[in-house]
């Protein structure tokens, strides 16, 4: 039987470093406590929740079950909501009415400090932490409630969100400005796949973006592809002629005026999408919350760079 009002975060946190140690042993070391008193705090939980939550194996190391998983991921969203009411606190107490922490997939880093530079000069009551991240990582902190707004393209089908559009999102290709292609017209799909693409890492709305624009014209084909995880290196790529990439312009700005890339001119390109400011919809918004959604969507893009 269920008992919740018995649960306290000495249970939960014996879990969750049991999850991130692999073992009672070591989740004992890093909470500074003895095993047999991890062991009690688990035993506890799982007779409060009603259900195993770690299977012991006979050396030592635990793995968590199906309903383990389930408080883990409870145990997340609570550790994010208590960090965040004490980020608020320590707003409240600097004379800010509150706190907003604001997402930004890592594309948007080149203009996201301006934009919240911007609000904090516009909103000097209003606390604005800003988290940088790739896609991936923006929706968990979502799911999570550990961000309350979030910049990004593609809003997620989960978690369930509201999202409105702020701007244009142009994608460019990219290439050296020496590339045969920067001047090549009428290029067809067969010449374009015998180039090295550089990619984003698995997980970027970039690589998305990317991989769904040559699956289109390669019909199955394959193509030469390298990895990179930031778009900065990615342009560096590109510049040192490693390949070509599909990449968003508001992250190349400055190579572009300064001549050190050139665009590839194809049917198709570019491919503009949209800057989404979303939140959770089953989220309760506060008022300080709501404030700053209405001052970035009320810029209408304005903070967006214009292409040279």
Known sequence: MTQLNAITLKQLRALSAVDARGSITAAADMLNLTVPAVSTQLKHLEANIGAELVVR?????????????????????????????????????????????????????????????????????????????????????????????????????????????????????????????????????????????????????TRILMERFLDRRGEGLTYDRIEFNTNETIKQAVIAGLGIALISAHTVMDALA?????????????????????????????PVTEKVREFLVALKGSFLPDLP
């Open 258 to 286: 300064a001549g050190r890339i050139e665009t590839i001119d194809m049917p198709g390109l570019p491919i503009v999408r949209k800057w989404h400011l979303v939140r959770p919809s089953s989220a309760a918004q506060s």
């Open 57 to 205: 194996a006979s050396d030592g190391n635990g793995s968590i079950t199906q309903q383990g998983q389930e408080v883990l991921a409870t145990i997340k969203r609570i550790e994010s909501a208590l960090n965040n009411c004490m980020k608020a606190i320590d707003s409240i107490n600097s004379g800010k009415s509150g706190l907003v922490t604001l997402g930004v997939v890592s594309t948007g880093k080149y203009f996201a400090p301006s934009l919240v530079a911007l609000a904090k000069k516009q909103l000097p009551d209003i606390r604005v932490d800003l988290v940088i991240g790739n896609r991936r990582h923006i929706i968990s902190a979502l799911e999570e409630r550990s961000i309350d707004l979030a910049i990004m393209g593609r809003p997620p089908r989960f978690p369930a969100v509201e999202s409105v559009a702020l701007g244009d999102h142009p994608h460019i290709m990219i290439a050296a400005p020496d590339h045969p292609l920067v001047t090549t017209r009428d290029i067809s799909t067969k010449r374009l796949l015998t180039e090295t693409f550089i990619m984003r890492e698995a997980g970027s709305g």
